[in-house]
C-alpha cells in the first residue's frame, strides 16, 4: 500500500510560480512511476506531466511544456512539480499518482484512469 500527500498549493498571481510536493510512504517509492494530473472547476481530470523511476524520461501535456517541470527524489520519496509562468487557465485541484506502469503509459492515459495509486489532492488558484 502505497499513501500519497500533495503539498504546496495556494492562491497566486499570473505570472507567478509554484511548487507543489507529493511524498510517499512505504519503500517502494522508486519502483512507480511518478505523474501529476489536475481537474479544473467543471471539467475532467487531465495529464500534467509523469516522470520515470529514475527520472531518465519526463513527459509533459502540450498545455505545460516549457512552463511546468517534473522531478523526483527517491530518497526522499518525493515528486515535485514546479510551474512558472503560471496562468489563469492552470487554476485546479492538482493531483498526484503512483502507477508501475511507465511513465510514457501515464501520459496516454490522459484522465489517469486506473493509476495504482492517488493523493487526495492540492488546490492552485491563479489570480488574473
Known amino acids: 500500500q502505497v499513501q500519497l500527500v500533495e503539498s504546496g498549493g495556494g492562491l497566486v498571481q499570473a505570472g507567478g510560480s509554484l511548487r507543489v510536493s507529493c511524498t510517499a510512504s512505504?519503500?517502494?517509492?522508486?519502483?512507480?512511476?511518478m505523474g501529476w494530473y489536475r481537474r479544473a472547476p467543471g471539467k475532467e481530470r487531465d495529464f500534467v506531466a509523469s516522470i520515470t523511476r529514475n527520472s531518465e524520461s519526463t513527459y509533459y501535456a502540450d498545455s505545460v511544456k516549457g512552463r511546468f517541470t517534473i522531478s523526483r527524489d527517491n530518497a526522499k520519496n518525493t515528486v515535485y512539480l514546479q510551474m512558472n509562468s503560471l496562468k489563469p487557465e492552470d487554476t485546479a485541484v492538482y493531483y498526484c499518482a503512483a502507477d508501475r506502469s511507465t511513465a510514457q503509459a501515464m501520459a496516454v492515459r490522459s484522465t489517469g484512469y486506473g493509476m495504482d495509486y492517488w493523493g487526495k489532492g492540492t488546490l492552485v488558484t491563479v489570480s488574473s
Open positions: 512505504g519503500r517502494t517509492f522508486s519502483s512507480y512511476s
